[in-house]
């Protein structure tokens, strides 16, 4: 499984917002070079952050977007889902008669063990977190460095 484009400019939009102070809104071409992505591309991926309920936009002079309290609290997994659907490794894990093989496939148990596992920590990883970390590298880098073996 690869990270679409849109769902990784999701995450790092998301994370970038969460950084900014409560209340604070990000314009467009501040979140456009904020992230690395195409002006036109991530416009269409906002709209989708605010569809999901992750992010607000406002018009005009004040205008901008903003990220939500949900967004704030929202886990790898929703922002990635916000973007492309429910995460699913290989077809056969679609709910519903997706593959004939599934009672006899030797492979099967993988892919729902590497599903669950991969889900876990998508999980795990809120974007709050994400965005202290961001906020803080240097001391991350000092704290790995300076710790006892």
Known sequence: MQLTRAADYAVRVMVHLATLPDHERALLPALTSATGAPQ??????LQA????????????????????????????????????GPIRLNVCMLSGASCN???YCPVHPVWV?????MIEELDKAS?????????????QVFAAISKPA
Do not use: H, M, N
């Not at 992010?55 to 609290?73: H, V, Y």
């Not at 063990?113 to 596992?117: C, D, H, L, S, T």
């Not at 970390?133 to 240097?138: E, N, R, S, T």
């Open 40 to 45: 036109s591309f991530l416009s269409k991926v």
């Open 49 to 84: 952050l605010c569809r999901a309920g992750l992010i607000a936009s406002r018009r005009g002079q004040s205008g901008g977007f903003e990220i939500l309290a949900t967004g704030r609290l929202a886990s790898l997994r929703a922002v990635i889902e916000a973007i492309d």
């Open 101 to 103: 093989r599934k009672p």
């Open 127 to 139: 974007v709050a977190d994400l965005a202290a970390q961001a906020a803080a590298p240097q001391v």
């Open 113 to 117: 063990r590497a599903q669950k596992a």
